[in-house]
């Protein structure tokens, strides 16, 4: 079955970074986009980004670009997501998910918080 594991998070400082790596499994990793996605305390799903199947193209949410990016290792069914530049409005549970029409799965998440 499909299986996403979401590691990487913690607490950081504002102006730090953080890097979290997702693990998939059960499904043909190479042939799907994966997507980023985050919670805050309080607040709705907010959609962060997402890569292309061979990695060659990103995209991201707006209050995120210039200090996110997104890649994946194919060899390691492994999606990361570096956050650079951290703001105390980025604490949030990170997911990430893969859409496998008509399906959507998602990890457990990691919790990321910035505070000083």
């Known amino acids: 079955q499909v299986n996403l594991v979401e590691s990487g998070g913690g607490l950081v400082q504002p102006g730090g970074s953080l890097r979290l790596s997702c693990v998939a499994s059960g499904f043909s990793f190479s042939n799907y986009w994966m997507y980023w996605v985050r919670q805050a305390p309080g607040k709705g799903l907010e959609w962060a980004g997402a890569?292309?199947?061979?990695?060659?193209?990103?995209y991201y949410a707006d209050t995120v670009k210039g200090r996110f990016t997104i890649s994946r290792d194919i060899a390691k069914n492994t999606a990361y997501l570096q956050m650079n530049s951290l703001k105390p409005e980025d604490t949030a549970v990170y997911y990430c998910n893969v859409r496998l029409f008509p399906d959507s799965y998602w990890g457990r998440g990691t919790q990321v918080t910035v505070s000083s």
């Open positions: 890569i292309n199947t061979g990695g060659t193209n990103t």
